[in-house]
């Protein structure tokens, strides 16, 4: 007896323990609940003399390391169970299959810039450009760059250096992380008149302030944000009225009008609506990889790609080929996410749901994300588990990312290809074995803490 008594005297406090370099290096990984609840399972072994006092930092480690291994070095395919289609943090739009595909041939010697047939040099990325040109008829060219904002920095620069861009004050927006559209186009010694206010821009105000300076007008889809109540500015058609040189920024990149997203612009009607010049990113709605898409009047798109900055925003083969690929299928993941049938996802949600001990059912709203479709709630389920799976999740392989809601963890089951429901289930059936990661052991504390 007393040698059970000097035993659990030696061991080691939790609040020492919890203090101890690698398991508070375990904490920032995992969240605090499964170290306690590691911590705790230890002391207890060592209670009953399964284990020796000092070896109880150890133990716990032991049961930690196979969650705490530090993801290995380089990116990591994650399932997005956050029911967000287009998560910046994960990466915006998966590629489909025929994307994939796509970039997989293209890693080595590739026909980028290449005439296979004539054996001489042949036009960079012509043929993701004829793609391109056939999903959008109303351009008459088209050009690729590294990302939507260098296709607006590349369309200031070639059509309005040393001149004036007239922009609505309530266009002048931040894009995200501290970057703001009108800090890059003063970058390329354009400078910004803005017409209107906040809220309210006419057509009157764009050619009240035309002068001879103005190059162009400058539209920008405000992506990320919603003026409601009194407000507006004018249509690409009203705009193009003024007769000045209309260049608009769509920035999600949606070739065609989707009712899915009724707010966002599309290409092809931006420019039936009179724009000589369309920008978009390549990895927002429509679905492909980062690039920025260029399209419209050929004299106008033939400026931007003799410009010297043309050249230092090049887009890369990978890129092309995905980009390419994405556009010739008209069919991606993003799209697949974006109308996903509800009660489908209920299905798969309820068989989901019945594998799992503790999980239940429950709405779920996903968004588009990635700057686009805002205020667009996408009416959907989810599984919910316990929170504290959220972290051993995340580190899991493969790693599941949810959304913790409500002091539950949400598992959108929108973004996660149908095939890939069984790994989600084994994801988390692996998470639920690590202790406190189902919530039915000693750690009362919850996770997270600090
Ligand atoms: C997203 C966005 C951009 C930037 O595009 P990237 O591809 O992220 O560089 C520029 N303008 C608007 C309106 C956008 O929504």
Same mark, same amino acid.
């Given at each position: ?92 739009? %998966? ?62 620069? $070639? ?50 302030? $035309? ?130 049938? %509800? ?19 429950? %709405? ?14 996408? %009416? ?71």
């Amino acid at each position: 007896m007393t040698g059970a008594v000097d035993r659990r005297r030696d061991i080691p406090r939790t609040d020492a323990l919890l203090a101890d370099p690698r398991l508070v290096a375990a904490a920032r990984h995992l969240g605090r609940g499964p170290v306690k609840a590691a911590v705790t399972a230890a002391q207890q072994e060592a209670r009953r003399g399964g284990i020796a006092p000092q070896d109880v930092a150890a133990a716990a480690l032991t049961t930690l390391a196979a969650l705490a291994a530090e993801p290995a070095p380089g990116v990591h395919a994650v399932l997005n169970a956050t029911g967000v289609v287009l998560h910046t943090n994960l990466g915006r739009a %998966p590629l489909s299959a025929a994307a994939r595909a796509a970039v997989q041939e293209a890693t080595g010697y590739v026909d980028v810039e290449f005439d296979l047939a004539g054996g001489r040099r042949a036009r960079r990325g012509r043929t993701a450009l004829e793609a391109l040109l056939a999903a959008v008829p109303e351009a008459e060219a088209a050009l690729v760059v590294n990302n939507g904002a260098a296709a607006l920095l590349l369309a200031v620069s $070639a059509l309005a250096a040393g001149r004036t861009v007239l922009v609505s004050r309530g266009e002048l927006v931040e894009i995200g992380d501290g970057f703001r559209l009108p800090d890059l186009i003063e970058t390329t010694g354009a400078r910004i008149r803005e017409v209107g206010t906040t809220n309210c821009t006419t057509v009157a105000d764009y050619t009240d302030a $035309a002068d001879e300076s103005v190059a162009c007008l400058l539209k920008i889809h405000p992506s990320n944000f919603r003026v409601v109540g009194f407000g507006g500015t004018p249509s690409t058609a009203e705009l193009a009225t003024t007769g000045l040189p209309l260049v608009v920024d769509i920035g999600s990149g949606l070739l065609s009008p989707d009712p899915a997203v009724p707010d966002e612009m599309d290409a092809r009607s931006t420019l039936r609506d009179g724009a000589a010049l369309v920008t978009g990113s390549g990895d927002k709605l429509l679905g492909g990889p980062q690039a920025g898409i260029v399209l419209g009047r050929a004299d106008v798109v033939e400026r931007l790609r003799r410009h010297p900055v043309a050249r230092a925003v090049r887009a890369d083969k990978l890129s092309l080929a995905a980009l390419e690929a994405t556009v010739r299928a008209g069919h991606t993941p993003t799209l697949d996410a974006l109308h996903a049938d %509800p009660a489908q996802l209920r299905r798969r949600c309820e068989a989901l749901a019945g594998r799992l001990p503790g999980a239940a059912v429950v %709405p779920s709203d996903g968004a588009v994300g990635g700057g686009s479709g805002t205020g667009v709630v996408l %009416p959907g389920w989810a599984v919910a588990v316990d929170e504290r799976l959220a972290g051993p999740l995340r580190c899991g392989t493969p790693p599941v990312v949810g959304r913790v809601a409500g002091g539950r963890l949400l598992l959108d089951l929108r973004c996660v290809p149908p095939d890939r429901d069984d790994d989600v289930a084994r994801a988390v059936a692996a998470a639920q074995a690590v202790p406190g990661g189902d919530g039915r052991s000693a750690d009362a504390t919850g996770p997270e803490q600090a």
